[in-house]
């Protein structure tokens, strides 16, 4: 669909100008690109031109406050993703990411009634999984343990989607509650990813993912197939100490730590999820899915006057409202970035390391060289620009891994600038300004192969410069591996609405090396009269 609106448009510029415009058998390129030749036919010809790209050192930080984590734009609309796990290999180092929530009380000055007693709390977390993987086991001859019910017990379990070195150690990553023992500030308030707030040493509770795999529960009553438990969605159940909640939330009952939200966040600060493994694999999960639920029994006098307890259950709000951040360690020692990943921004760097969660981002510069031969090109053969792409490889030699190469859609680019006052700017290239939603920015090929390259459209940008005669001395483009986040309508939300926060992708990609035929290039076509 998007080939035939191009191609109308195409059709539709020469009709209006009286040219015609012969071009290459570059694939769909962009209408902004194409110059119509009057009084006569075109040839198209494209031509490689070397850049300066360069690693750009984010300090292994970025902002992971509930704003980024939750994606809360403009529109109300909210994603919640984060990330958990640990991921060490030669070329990046390791990566470990953590998450914290802050837990509020589902209503002020709870009543949990007389005599009431913790049996147990369990927080349920949901893995985002693989659904077509789907395995169902069920055990007609199970006995619910809460009164010793004869049941069926029917478990659906799914991979977790995972990056890293997923089968190591079987799949098993096990994850770790701990007590917050640090006021945590509010939903509003600015938190980076170096963050670490101060925990109780020893855990609330732990739970092993056997084998990188997530399930969801149903048990029915043999009877009357009524339903005595269920967890429709894939989760992890981690059971946490009962006799904390106890302590801190039963026998406070009406007291001042649970009067209202500003005592009781500094009374229970919150919760902290981690890995306790060193190396294995990174996951995604919803955060607005998770669930803090505390089962109790407390006494109920029946319709005859006798006491009973059954259980009751409470389950305290840790969602959206709740100031909630990711922490990520970084260990780089002896890792290869080191040897290549020097942000050399005169003739660029030979190896790029694009990394999510904080790490490197890609700088890219046209060189003063080669915009002198285009525009020697435009002024002296009257060559105009038809497409501009800036074509980068993975790098073969080094990034031979099984862990999957990025896609079209897993990528950002802004163009970054100078104003008046010297101060950086940032906005959208000048092509997705031009085209916004008909504009695809970046094309994958080979992503299946070894090399995989990519395909950044700059057509409106470079004619900028070389036609137009635009400054470029301050501009160039940076690109990281992340996704435009989109508003409620689906549509792109800004260029500062990114999912770098929580992507968990990292690639080797061929900088400005001489030596390598793959070495980053600006490809063009153009176009002179016959």
Known sequence: ????????????????????????????????????????????????????AYNIDNNDTIRTDAFKLLDIISSGS??????????????????????????????????????????????????????????????????????????????????????????????????????????????????????????????????????????????????????LFTASAPSVRIPLTASVFQTKIIDKKGQPELSDVSNFIRHFKGLKVSVVEEDGYLFQFTPNDMQLIMYYKNDKVDSNGATTRPQTTYEFAIKGSNMHSAYYEYDRTNAIINDYANGNTTTGDLKLYAQGMGGNSIGIKFKQEEIAKLKKLYQDDKAAIITAKIRIYTDEATWSTPYAKPTASDFTIVQKDKDASEKETTAFTADYTSLGALFIPVRAYNTDKNPAYYDFTVTQSLKDIVESGAVYTNKYFKI????????????????????????????????????????????VTYGTKK
């Open 1 to 52: 669909m998007i080939y035939n609106i191009r191609k109308f448009f195409t059709i539709l510029s020469v009709m209006v100008l009286g040219g015609v415009l012969v071009y290459n058998c570059e694939p769909e390129p962009d209408s902004l690109g194409e110059q119509l030749f009057l009084n006569g036919a075109a040839e198209g010809n494209e031509t490689s031109y070397d850049l300066i």
């Open 78 to 227: 909210t994603s919640s993703t984060a990330v958990l796990g640990a991921f060490n290999e030669k070329q990046f180092g390791k990566q470990k990411a953590s998450y914290f929530t802050q837990v509020r009380l589902a209503a002020n000055n709870p009543d949990f009634g007389t005599n009431a007693v913790v049996d147990s709390v369990v927080l349920v977390l949901k893995p985002i999984v693989s659904v077509d993987s789907l395995k169902t086991t069920t055990d007609e001859s199970y006995v619910f343990p809460n009164g010793n019910v004869d049941a069926k017990k029917v478990v659906n379990t799914y991979p977790i989607k995972k990056y890293g070195k997923a089968k190591l150690n079987g799949g098993k990553l096990t994850l770790q509650v701990n007590e917050v023992n640090e006021f945590m500030n509010g939903l509003n308030d600015i938190v980076y990813s170096d963050r670490n707030f101060g925990i109780n040493s020893t855990a609330l509770g732990s739970k092993e993912i056997k084998d990188g795999s997530v399930s969801s529960v149903v048990i029915t009553k043999d009877s009357d197939n009524t339903e």
């Open 480 to 523: 990281d591996l992340a996704q435009f986040a989109p508003n409620s309508s689906g549509t792109v939300a800004g260029y500062n609405y990114t999912t770098r926060a929580f992507s968990m992708l990292r690639t080797v990609f061929v900088g400005s090396d001489p030596s390598n035929q793959n070495k980053i290039q600006l490809k």
